[in-house]
C-alpha cells in the first residue's frame, strides 16, 4: 500500500506541474501576440525612414559624403552586441546566442582584432561576467516587448563607442524569427552603416495565430513601396545634413526590429519548451498509471490469496 500512496502522490505532482508548464505556454502565446501588435504599429515609420533614406540615396552619392556613421577605417577594436534573454525556461534560445557570440570573439581574437562586448540579458551577462571577458555595457530588465526608448538608450552608447574611436565597427548578434519552432543566431554589422543597405528588401510578417486548437505561425509578403524624389525637388538644408540626422534613427530602427526579432525568438522558443514539458508530462502520467494500475492489482490478488489461503487452512 506505500508503494501505491508514492505513486498517486507522483501523479498528483506531475498533474500539477503539466498545469504550470500549460500556464506557462499560454503566457507566452499572449506576449508573443502584444509582440506583434507593436511590430505593426511601428512598421509605418520604419517604412517611411526607408523611403527618405531611398530617395536621398538616389540624389546623393552616400560614399562620397564624408559622415562619420558611413566612415569605414582600420579595425582595430570590434564592439560585440549580444541580445540574450533574462529568464530561462526557453529551451537552446540563450546558449544559442551566446555560443554564437563566443565563437565570433575567438575568430576576431585569432586575426589580432580586439573586442569589447556589450550585453542585453542577464544570462548573456552571467556568463561572460564569470569568464572575466571585456564588457563594456550592460542591459538587463528590458520589456519582454522591447520599446523603441529601449532600443534608443543602447544606441547611443553605440554611437559614443564608434563615434569616440573606442571601437571601429559594432556587429550585432541576435536570435533571428524563422518560426514557432526554428530561430538562429545571426551576426550583422551595424556600423558603419551600409549605403547600400538602405534599400527597402522585401518583408514578412509573422502572425501567431490558432486553428484546431494548435498554434501556428502565418506569413504575409510585404513589399515597402520605393519612389525617387523629384529631380526638381529643393531641399531647405543641404541633403548630407539631412542624411547626417537621419542615420542615428536608421541605427534606432535596426537595432529596435532586432530586440524585437529576440524577443518573438525567445517566446516561441519558451512556447515550444512549454509544449514540450506538457507532453512529456502527459507522457509520465500515463506511464504512471499503468503502474498504479497494475501495482493495485497485484496488491488485490495478493489480499485474495490471503483470504483463500486463510479460509482453507481453517477448512
Known amino acids: 500500500m506505500a508503494n501505491l500512496k508514492l505513486i498517486r502522490d507522483r501523479i498528483q505532482s506531475v498533474k500539477n506541474t503539466k498545469k504550470i508548464t500549460e500556464a506557462m505556454r499560454l503566457v507566452a502565446a499572449a506576449k508573443v501576440r502584444r509582440a506583434q501588435e507593436q511590430v505593426t504599429a511601428t512598421r509605418p515609420f520604419a517604412d517611411r525612414l526607408a523611403q527618405v533614406l531611398y530617395g536621398l540615396q538616389s540624389r546623393l552619392r552616400f560614399e562620397e559624403a564624408d559622415l562619420p556613421l558611413l566612415r569605414k577605417r582600420d579595425v582595430q577594436t570590434v564592439g560585440l552586441l549580444v541580445i540574450s534573454g533574462d529568464r530561462g525556461l526557453c529551451g537552446a534560445y540563450n546558449s544559442n546566442v551566446i555560443r554564437r557570440a563566443e565563437n565570433r570573439a575567438k575568430e576576431l581574437q585569432a586575426e589580432g582584432v580586439n573586442y569589447k562586448f556589450i550585453l542585453v540579458g542577464r544570462k548573456a551577462i552571467q556568463y561572460f561576467q564569470r569568464r572575466e571577458q571585456p564588457v563594456e555595457g550592460t542591459y538587463t530588465g528590458l520589456e519582454q516587448i522591447p520599446t523603441a526608448a529601449e532600443a534608443a538608450q543602447i544606441s547611443d552608447q553605440l554611437l559614443s563607442l564608434f563615434l569616440s574611436d573606442t571601437v571601429d565597427r559594432?556587429?550585432?548578434?541576435?536570435?533571428?524569427?524563422v518560426s514557432l519552432?526554428?530561430?538562429?543566431?545571426?551576426?550583422?554589422?551595424?556600423?558603419?552603416?551600409?549605403?547600400?543597405?538602405?534599400e527597402v528588401p522585401d518583408d514578412e510578417i509573422f502572425r501567431l495565430t490558432t486553428r484546431g486548437g494548435q498554434f501556428q505561425v502565418e506569413r504575409e509578403k510585404v513589399t515597402a513601396p520605393t519612389q525617387?524624389?523629384?529631380?526638381?525637388?529643393?531641399?531647405?538644408?543641404?541633403?548630407?545634413?539631412?542624411l547626417d540626422a537621419l542615420l542615428p534613427l536608421y541605427l534606432n530602427n535596426q537595432l529596435l526590429r532586432a530586440l524585437q526579432e529576440s524577443a518573438a525568438s525567445e517566446l516561441a522558443a519558451r512556447m515550444t519548451a512549454m509544449n514540450n514539458a506538457s507532453e512529456n508530462a502527459s507522457d509520465l502520467i500515463k506511464g504512471l498509471s499503468l503502474s498504479y494500475n497494475k501495482a493495485r492489482q497485484a496488491a488485490i490478488t495478493q489480499e485474495i490469496l490471503e483470504v483463500v489461503g486463510g479460509a482453507e487452512a481453517q477448512g
Open 181 to 198: 519552432i526554428s530561430s538562429r543566431p545571426v551576426i550583422q554589422t551595424l556600423l558603419p552603416l551600409d549605403p547600400q543597405g538602405f
Open 170 to 177: 559594432v556587429e550585432l548578434i541576435y536570435t533571428r524569427f
Open 228 to 242: 525617387s524624389f523629384p529631380q526638381d525637388m529643393i531641399f531647405e538644408q543641404d541633403p548630407v545634413q539631412i
